[in-house]
């Protein structure tokens, strides 16, 4: 039988996906997790409740209780809506195909706006720039109105890895200081391969007492 592994050179293109995606990725990911928190003490405190009563005295987030944290996944999926990592995707069809009514030759280029569907008024309603963890309490009106990991049969490889990493490093840093914007802190998204905070992400940590 033949050679049906894939190629070196794609085995390299995976290779540096995996530490692009799984270093950039996520910090980004994160990196605005905390900006929001930052900025919305509500939910902050809302958060380090559920993460000191799923983690009482000193247990350490594990991953049995990680479904435990649904507030912190709330947190996680509308920091992902408003500020995905990855703003658009681009796809070509491989042949032609048909989607709903519309036939797509094959060759055809596909820009997939990512940022723009997550923030679609038609999708999440008047308050789609707003940041509100609650609408995730709810099932989606649309399937594919969130998809920061893309969406169909080439989805994130690495989607759950990447938000049980959040969960788990959220409850640490949670569980230990409070967080508040820095005045020096500029808000200037900007898209460079991601979307990242221009000027940086001023976070002032406190360290809680007890
Ligand atoms: C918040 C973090 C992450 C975000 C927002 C993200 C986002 C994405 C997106 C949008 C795609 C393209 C999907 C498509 O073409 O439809 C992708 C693909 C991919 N991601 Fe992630 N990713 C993240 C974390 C990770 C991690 C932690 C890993 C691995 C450790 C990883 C590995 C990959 C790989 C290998 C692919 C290519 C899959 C393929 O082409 O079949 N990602 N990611």
């Known amino acids: 039988m033949g050679w049906v592994g894939l190629p070196v050179e794609e085995v390299i293109d995976e290779c540096q996906t995996f530490y692009f995606a799984g270093k950039e990725a996520v910090a980004i990911f994160l990196t605005w997790t905390l900006v929001l928190l930052a900025l919305h003490q509500e939910w902050q405190v809302k958060a380090r409740e559920e993460v000191l009563q799923v983690y009482s005295n000193d247990k350490l987030p594990n991953a049995d209780s990680l479904g435990d944290m649904k507030i912190v996944g709330m947190i996680l999926n509308e920091a992902l809506r408003l500020y995905n990592p990855v703003p658009d995707l681009f796809m070509e069809a491989t042949q032609n195909i048909k989607v709903g ?9 596909i820009f997939v706006p990512v940022t723009a569907t997550h923030h679609s008024t038609e999708m999440w309603g008047a308050d789609a720039n707003e940041f509100n963890p609650q609408r995730f309490a709810q099932p989606r009106k649309h399937l594919a109105s969130f998809f920061p990991f ?26 230990q200081f409070s967080l508040a914007l820095s005045p020096s802190y500029v808000h200037a998204p900007v898209t460079f391969l991601t979307v990242q905070p221009q000027f940086g992400a001023q976070i002032l940590f406190r360290r809680l007492s007890g």
């Open 101 to 109: 009514n519309l036939d797509v030759p094959g060759g055809t280029q």
């Open 150 to 175: 893309g969406i169909g049969s080439r989805i994130c490889i690495g989607q759950n890895f990447a938000l049980m990493e959040g969960k788990i490093i959220l409850a640490m840093i949670l569980k």
